[in-house]
């Protein structure tokens, strides 16, 4: 494992997996959300964004968290391998909102600076959603992805995955 995604529905736990895979492993961490927003949560635009995927990418080394559909495709061109959190809608909604409760106001570690955390009941929606249309968009990807997949469906899945990730020393 050089290059890893690490890809799933919001609350799914990506930026968590991510970091502990870049801790054990020594690859360099990548969240897609620091790349993709500006201070305010002013999004930044298409353009700019792919380039910083690509950028990111063109490394020899990483671990990247994150889904932005419009990238995914390039991304999983350069990974060898791809960590899919595939857990239950319900299980990820009430993650996020535990998340928000936790968090709101601050800045997580794995947001861009200026982006605290909020209450956004469409972002909600779009988790819900994600189960459907999201879901169709990441395994039509995957079915064109020749390196290796990891499906993980469960926080035990996901514990148990980790066990088998040396720590590199």
């Not at 298409?46 to 910083?52: H, K, L, Y």
């Not at 299980?91 to 955390?117: F, I, N, T, W, Y």
């Not at 995957?142 to 040396?166: E, H, M, Q």
Request: proline residues 5%; charged residues 25%; hydrophobic residues 45%.
């Amino acid at each position: 494992m050089e290059r890893v995604l690490v890809i799933g529905s919001p609350g799914a736990g990506k930026s968590r997996l991510a970091t502990e895979l870049a801790r054990r492993t020594g690859l360099p961490l990548i969240h897609l959300d620091q790349l993709a927003w500006l201070p305010g949560w002013v999004e930044l635009g298409e353009v700019d964004f792919r380039s910083r995927v690509a950028a990111a990418i063109a490394e020899s080394r990483w671990v990247i968290d994150g889904n932005y559909g419009s990238t995914l495709p390039q991304r999983l061109a350069r990974a060898d391998t791809v960590i899919d959190l595939d857990l239950p809608a319900w299980r990820c909604l009430g993650r996020v909102l535990r998340r928000v409760v936790q968090s709101h106001g601050k800045v997580r570690a794995d947001m861009a600076p200026g982006c605290p955390e909020q209450f956004d009941f469409p972002f909600l929606v779009y988790i819900v959603r994600f189960a459907g249309k999201g879901r169709r968009h990441v395994e039509a990807c995957l079915d064109r992805y020749s390196g290796r997949r990891i499906t993980l469906r469960s926080p035990a899945d996901i514990r148990r995955f980790l066990d088998t990730v040396a720590v590199r020393t």
